[in-house]
């Protein structure tokens, strides 16, 4: 993890530049918790090497959905390049899903390497998972103050 700072891959380089062609200033690291919420840290293009290899911590025993104790140590989240998306209502931000890490290892209560555990157990046994997302949206019009 970030301690260990290695040079970014040409893939990383190349999504980096391409990011910044875009006109991205921002990286946003996210992480879901047990409860369904979006949680993640949001540092500026140049802290991007840092960030792809696990420089945005998180305090667990802080943080509602991340099961911890007081004294564990700080998760940190890796971001997977395949995820990057570019905000469509801030082109300025670039959205990665990431795993969590303790120590450098995935950490067990991370949703992200649940399922990726789920999904190794069913293949194992000769099942393969399909997952199909059902998106809801809600329209509000604005009502005058009362």
């Known amino acids: 993890m970030y301690p260990n700072l290695s040079p970014l891959t040409p893939e990383l380089q190349s999504l980096q530049s391409s990011l910044k062609e875009k006109g991205v200033k ?21 802290h991007f090497d840092r960030m792809m290899q696990g420089s945005e911590l998180f305090t667990g025993a802080a943080l509602d959905g991340v099961p911890q104790e007081i004294n564990d140590d700080e998760v940190g989240t890796i971001p997977d390049p395949e995820s ?9 931000i670039a959205w990665f899903a990431s795993d969590l890490h303790l120590v450098g290892d ?41």
């Not at 990057?84 to 300025?92: H, K």
């Not at 999904?119 to 997302?133: E, K, P």
């Open 26 to 46: 921002y990286a946003m690291a996210s992480f879901v918790d047990i409860h369904g919420m979006c949680k993640g840290k949001v540092v500026p293009m140049s």
């Open 84 to 92: 990057a998306t570019i905000l469509p209502w801030n082109s300025e």
């Open 106 to 146: 995935p950490f067990e209560g991370c949703c992200r390497t649940i399922l990726k555990n789920v999904l190794h157990q069913a293949a194992v046994m000769g099942y393969n998972f399909n997952l199909g997302i059902e998106t809801e949206f809600f329209i509000f019009t604005l009502c005058p103050r009362f």
